[in-house]
């Protein structure tokens, strides 16, 4: 059987909705977040679904969150993305530690690592009150009928893990055990 790849992967779903009007165009969740620890640094990679885009960042980064503890650099930024102010502020979410801006509306995909942190140590956002506290939110564009409606998606929700080929291997290979250990109990013949 193949070996386990040891690196710890959580996926959030960005499935709160704070846009002005509703970015929902009945496509949900907006998109996902997978944060996958890699030794002593996290690994990000933010997708939006198919009918999403990241804005252009002028009032909102387009992507905000934060940890408990004070993060190391953030380093291997997808192109036409950039580390942001910190903190930021996200309308209907609160305050994030760490932000990343873009300098063009468009993609539905950003990547990024950041060194010496941990799944352990993500943090809702701070919130004045009537915010929504999430771990993550992201600025983005949805065509909605015939009109762009723009504005802040957030989530925390964790979604259920898959289980990897290793460990689908080792269960196989348990039922194909117990099936053998079945059928030779069958088989022994008592002469008593």
């Known amino acids: 059987m193949g070996a386990s790849s040891g690196a710890l992967a959580n996926t959030y779903n960005l499935d709160i909705d704070h846009c002005t009007g509703g970015c929902s165009n009945g496509t949900l969740p907006f998109g996902t977040v997978q944060v ?4 002593a640094n996290l690994d990000f990679l933010v997708t939006l679904n198919s009918t999403y885009v990241f804005n ?9 969150f934060g940890f408990d503890n004070s993060p190391g650099a953030i380093t291997n ?10 903190p930021t502020n996200q309308d209907g979410f609160g305050t994030f530690q760490l932000g990343i801006s873009k300098t ?16 352990a140590h993500l943090a809702f956002s701070t919130n004045p009150p009537g915010d929504t506290p999430v771990l993550f939110a992201a600025d983005i564009s949805s065509l ?3 009109q762009t409606i723009t504005g802040n998606v957030g989530g925390s929700t964790l979604v259920a893990g898959v289980p990897e080929p290793a460990t689908w291997g080792m269960m196989l290979l348990g039922f194909v055990g117990l ?3 079945f059928r030779q109990q069958r088989r022994r013949v008592s002469f008593a």
């Open 56 to 64: 252009k960042s002028t009032g909102f980064d387009a992507f905000a």
């Open 179 to 181: 099936g053998f250990a």
């Open 77 to 86: 930024i997808t192109a036409g993305f950039s580390a942001g102010p910190s």
């Open 36 to 39: 996958t620890q890699n030794g």
């Open 144 to 146: 909605v009928g015939t």
């Open 104 to 119: 063009a509306t468009g993609g539905q995909s950003l990547a990024f690592t950041v060194l010496g942190e941990t799944v």
